[in-house]
T-cell receptor, first 111, second 115 residues
Framework: SQKIEQNSEALNIQEGKTATLTCNYTNYSPAYLQWYRQDPGRGPVFLLLIRENEKEKRKERLKVTFDTTLKQSLFHITASQPADSATYLC??????????FGGGTRLMVKP | GAVVSQHPSRVICKSGTSVKIECRSLDFQATTMFWYRQFPKKSLMLMAT?????????EQGVEKDKFLINHASLTLSTLTVTSAHPEDSSFYIC???????????FGSGTRLTVV
């Protein structure tokens, strides 16, 4: 079956460090992967999209990579801040323009 | 940017009653909207795809008679949980894509509690 998985349920890091979150997919080659942030009791907020022919994409302190050989996307937050604490979700496209989400990684940035 | 408004944000209802959740695209037209369900500390699970002017497409295992979807206009989709039971208690979220941006815009979610 086609799966998208985020290996870590939770990640704790110290303020100022770089957070790296992993998203792996199997049995499918998505045209793009998306990353979202979700705060408790709120809907997800779109952060970045990376296409299969793009190696890397950046937005301010965020960086996403897409490795089609490893079937993996990495999401980096540099100079992390306590305000970055949230759940981060990766998602892949499906037919019909719907998204399938990974399980999410809860990031906690400690001051 | 694209905005999706979802109401109500919280609702408590008695077992056996029905609850309607609205999802509106405020500044764009959405021929397709998506309804998700999320349990505590779990990811979003797609329930159905709402299609303007036609029947919704439900994911496997989702009861179409239980979760009624209506997409009567290009800016409004509604999800009605019929004859709600405590196991229907969950966080329901809608989303749409304005096709101008690449990401999907999500509503703020509805916390349904059935007592």
């Amino acid at each position: 079956s086609q799966k998208i998985e985020q290996n870590s349920e939770a990640l704790n890091i110290q303020e100022g460090k770089t957070a790296t979150l992993t998203c792996n997919y199997t049995n499918y080659s998505p045209a793009y992967l998306q990353w979202y942030r979700q705060d408790p009791g709120r809907g997800p907020v779109f952060l970045l999209l990376i296409r299969e022919n793009e190696k890397e994409k950046r937005k301010e302190r965020l960086k996403v990579t897409f490795d089609t050989t490893l079937k993996q996307s990495l999401f980096h937050i540099t100079a992390s801040q306590p305000a970055d604490s949230a759940t981060y979700l990766c998602a892949r496209d499906n037919a019909g323009n719907m998204l399938t989400f990974g399980g999410g990684t809860r990031l906690m940035v400690k001051p | 940017g694209a905005v999706v408004s979802q109401h109500p944000s919280r609702v408590i209802c008695k077992s056996g009653t029905s609850v309607k959740i609205e999802c509106r695209s405020l500044d764009f037209q959405a021929t397709t909207m998506f309804w998700y369900r999320q349990f505590p500390k779990k990811s979003l699970m797609l329930m159905a795809t709402s299609n303007e002017g036609s029947k919704a497409t439900y994911e496997q295992g989702v009861e179409k008679d239980k979760f009624l979807i209506n997409h009567a206009s290009l800016t409004l989709s509604t999800l009605t949980v019929t004859s709600a039971h405590p196991e229907d208690s969950s966080f329901y979220i809608c989303s749409a894509n304005d096709n101008a941006n690449y990401g999907y815009t999500f509503g703020s979610g509805t916390r349904l509690t059935v007592v």
